[in-house]
Antibody, heavy 120, light 111 residues
Framework: QVQLQESGPGLVKPSQTLSLTCSVS??????????WSWIRQPAGKGLEWIGR???????NYNPSLKSRVTISVDTSKNQFSLKLSSVTAADTAVYYC????????????WGRGTKVTVSS | QSALTQPPSASGSPGQSATISCTGT?????????VSWYQQHPGKAPKLMIY???KRPSGVPDRFSGSKSGNTASLTVSGLQTEDEADYYC???????????FGGGTKLTVL
């Protein structure tokens, strides 16, 4: 059973870069045709897709965040990561990593989420 | 502003049915059969309930069903139970430039 776990700082200062890692257990991040995504949710608000990476290191990003987002993969550690630069208070949210089944384009496995607050 | 439009709230009594709509455009919902629905309880991660418009993952009760007509997808929950009370989100594939779009979410209340 594949499981995902987010990790990273819970507090980031404005203008700095938010960095999170998603560790994949119970399966290989390199197998199959799946995408590995980041999704966030500000408190009391809806879900926002940030971007995704394919095992070939091909990426897609939300156009509204594209200029600030980088998603990368480390197959040796079975992890993928998110970097979001020049953060502001508007980036405060719970950040989820998720597996998107390539053939169905649906997020079937989610991490528990990690809360990131942007504040000085 | 979300790319897909959902009603903020929906409700039904135990045992009855409730339907949640998800309206997009011909560039997303109407153009592809990749609509999925997620259930989210407070403080929890979302859970996949429906994928490819109407397919149910293993373990999801058959009380949950999905459909699509034109640019609008729908999630119907039949035989409502108290544990169905949650937020529900739809997503759709929207092309290679912006592959994933979410709806704003609907809070389902079981009265």
């Amino acid at each position: 059973q594949v499981q995902l776990q987010e990790s990273g700082p819970g507090l980031v200062k404005p203008s700095q870069t938010l960095s999170l890692t998603c560790s994949v257990s119970g399966g290989s991040i390199s197998s199959g045709s799946d995408y590995w995504s980041w999704i966030r949710q500000p408190a009391g608000k809806g879900l926002e897709w940030i971007g995704r990476i394919y095992t070939s290191e091909s990426t897609n990003y939300n156009p509204s965040l594209k200029s600030r987002v980088t998603i990368s993969v480390d197959t040796s550690k079975n992890q993928f990561s998110l970097k979001l630069s020049s953060v502001t208070a508007a980036d405060t949210a719970v950040y989820y990593c998720a597996r998107e089944v390539g053939l169905a384009l649906a997020f079937d496995i989610w991490g528990r989420g990690t809360k990131v607050t942007v504040s000085s | 502003q979300s790319a897909l439009t959902q009603p903020p709230s929906a409700s039904g009594s135990p045992g009855q049915s409730a339907t949640i709509s998800c309206t997009g455009t011909s560039s997303d919902v109407g153009g592809y059969s990749y609509v999925s629905w997620y259930q989210q309880h407070p403080g929890k991660a979302p859970k996949l309930m429906i994928y490819e418009v109407s397919k149910r993952p293993s373990g999801v009760p058959d009380r949950f069903s999905g459909s699509k007509s034109g640019n609008t997808a729908s999630l119907t929950v039949s035989g409502l139970q108290t544990e169905d009370e949650a937020d529900y989100y739809c997503t759709s594939y929207a092309g290679s430039n912006n592959p994933v779009v979410f709806g704003g979410g609907t809070k389902l209340t079981v009265l």
